[in-house]
């Protein structure tokens, strides 16, 4: 199956510095999700971006699928980023794509006042 | 609007017992998901319902069983609990096919003493 790496493991800031995260993965994708996992375990999707760039307020995220990788960038990080950012593909089969995600094993980002 | 709701939250059984987990959403999502998260790790798939009445594995699908059991509900079961199966349960929905992001509910914690 499809393998899907993030980078850095862990990251510690101080607030107000900008960071950016990166996803690795190893085959063709017709569905990328980005997703932050609070310091209470919920998931919230950032991002759906299998290509191309999109912004939402501080964070931005760019997906360049002929070359297997996705960045998120958090610009003027608040103790509120705080969490587990998780990257997550669904390999393209060539067909329907039915949502199966393979998850990354995330970056921990503490964010310090 | 509640999105995707778990019941229980928690949940504490013993070696060999049975258990469902229910998952129900409101935003008339046509694809459901069952996800498990260790400590430490991405979330896997184990099982997912690409539309009502279909059902398929995910990854990890061994000791599961689950039931689409119409639009807005998708339960998982347990039929005969082992430790290895102690993690946190998450499930999720989305509309398949048109480049939706998947939205989660907030998990339920199952330990197996």
């Known amino acids: 199956g499809i393998q899907v790496e993030q980078s850095p493991p862990d990251l510690i800031l101080q607030e107000g510095a900008n960071s950016t995260l990166r996803c690795n993965f190893s085959?063709?994708?017709?569905?990328l999700q980005w997703f932050h996992q609070n310091p209470w375990g919920q998931l919230i999707n950032l991002f759906y971006?299998?290509?191309g760039t999109k912004q939402n307020g501080r964070l931005s995220a760019t997906t360049v699928a002929t070359e297997r990788y996705s960045l998120l960038y958090i610009s003027s990080s608040q103790t509120t980023d705080s969490g587990v950012y998780f990257c997550?593909?669904?390999?393209?089969?060539?067909?329907?794509?039915?949502?199966?995600?393979?998850f990354g094993q995330g970056t921990i980002l503490t964010v310090h006042p | 609007n509640a999105g995707v709701t778990q019941t229980p939250k928690f949940q504490v059984l013993k070696t060999g017992q049975s258990m469902t987990l229910q998952c129900a959403q409101d935003?008339?999502?046509?694809?459901m998901y069952w996800y498990r998260q260790d400590p430490g790790m991405g979330l896997r798939l184990i099982y997912y319902?690409?539309?009502?009445?279909?059902?398929d594995k995910g990854e990890v699908p061994n000791g599961y069983n689950v039931s689409r059991l119409n639009k807005r509900e998708f339960s998982l079961r347990l039929e005969s609990a082992a430790p290895s199966q102690t993690s946190v349960y998450f499930c999720?929905?989305?509309?398949?096919?048109?480049?939706?992001?998947?939205?989660f509910g907030d998990g339920t914690r199952l330990s197996i003493l």
């Open positions: 999720a929905s989305s509309l398949m096919n048109v480049n939706q992001p998947q939205h």
């Open positions: 319902s690409a539309s009502e009445g279909t059902t």
């Open positions: 997550a593909v669904e390999q393209n089969a060539g067909g329907t794509s039915y949502g199966k995600l393979t």
């Open positions: 085959d063709s994708v017709n569905n």
């Open positions: 971006i299998p290509s």
């Open positions: 935003m008339n999502h046509n694809s």
